[in-house]
């Protein structure tokens, strides 16, 4: 019979006590990640009234802030086609008034979803959007660069990452395309239709070339406008997801890019954002119930994608589920607001 070694029990029961004790941490630093409330904006960018290229809805924003001036990049559905369209200003209540610029970025009709951020190796501004192209089953993954993201008349033309050839590694089309880099890879996330992610990479140095190693990132039921940021002083990773129907994003987070992603708001009852925990500031009407495509302020610019977990701030498109009746999705009115974090002990609006 083996001997009783009280020392050993004892240290079994310490590193017992400790794992759940690290279980419990890494619970509650995911739960905080996600508030409790939300309180949303008036409505901060809204469909233009202009003579042409009269605009019906303002989705898919993207944002960063440089040289003293936000930046937002966003999708403009026109009369018959989808574009990309910029504007930039000094203060959020000025956005609505900020001129408006169409990026002549391709004769393509159908051009959109875009994200942005500053590659440091290159030097350069790169925008990232999904791209129709007659003939072709996949949408290009394409992108263009500035050297100057104050002039929206600066971006090059529009070319691939992916082409969508024979040659195009991904195993379906996919959608929403987000680029985020660690030390080491540039990573491609997408969804597909099905509730899947995926997750494709290419060296650093190979950016924008040379994304393959396809794989499902992860699957759930999830549906669009994947966006990865890495977690500022943190070495974990935070992935939104919207889902279908009425809109909302789930949330699920990562020790490293290429990892498994584990759910920490994944319900609608449960959510990172949903029409469960948003409400309207003060003073402001409701306009929305729905949270869809949409990005997270982030802590700098750069191919990193940093944001600050104690300051999250998230730039949306909403609308009202009942404006939805009897439309089609292309003649939906989004408009483009922010959602903020309420502290637990602030009183609700009258």
């Not at 989808?82 to 002549?104: G, M, P, V, Y």
Request: glycine letters at 6%.
């Amino acid at each position: 019979m083996p001997r009783f070694n009280p020392s050993a029990v004892g240290l079994a029961i310490l590193t017992c006590l400790l794992q759940s004790g690290a279980a419990v941490d890494t619970a509650m630093a995911a739960d905080d990640l996600v508030p409790a409330q939300w309180e949303y904006t008036a409505p901060l960018i809204e469909p233009e009234d202009r003579d042409s290229e009269r605009s019906h809805a303002q989705k898919d924003p993207t944002v960063v802030f440089h040289d003293g001036l936000w930046h937002v990049f966003m999708t403009v559905k026109l009369q018959g086609r989808s574009a990309i369209e910029h504007c930039s200003f000094a203060r959020w209540e000025d956005a609505n008034r900020s001129d408006r610029t169409i990026l002549s970025i391709s004769d393509s009709d159908y051009y959109c979803a875009p994200q942005v951020f500053y590659f440091t190796p290159h030097r350069k501004w790169y925008l990232i959007y999904q791209m129709g192209v007659p003939g072709q089953k996949k949408m290009w993954v394409a992108c263009s660069t500035t050297d100057d993201i104050t002039d929206p008349q600066s971006w090059t033309q529009a070319r691939p990452i992916l082409d969508g050839g024979p040659d195009d590694p991904r195993e379906v089309g996919g959608l929403d395309y987000w680029i985020i880099c660690d030390d080491e890879r540039a990573y491609l996330f997408f969804t597909s239709l099905d509730g899947r992610m995926w997750r494709m990479w290419t060296p650093i140095s190979e950016f924008p070339n040379g994304f393959d190693h396809c794989q499902v990132a992860l699957k759930d039921r999830i549906f669009e406008a994947s966006h990865t940021y890495r977690l500022e002083g943190q070495d974990r990773y935070l992935t939104i997801i919207e889902q279908n129907g009425r809109r909302y994003f789930k949330a699920y987070v990562a020790d490293r890019l290429d990892g498994p992603w584990t759910p920490i708001a994944d319900s609608a009852k449960r959510p990172f954002a949903s029409w469960h925990n948003i409400r309207p500031a003060a003073g402001v009407d409701r306009w929305t119930d729905n949270v869809s495509h949409g990005e997270l302020i982030r802590a700098g610019s750069d191919e990193r994608l940093v944001v600050d977990p104690d300051n999250l701030q998230f730039v949306f498109q909403g609308m009202l589920e009942r404006d939805k009746s009897k439309r089609g999705y292309g003649a939906y009115s989004w408009r483009i607001g922010m959602l903020r974090p309420i502290s637990s002990d602030a009183a609700a609006p009258e």
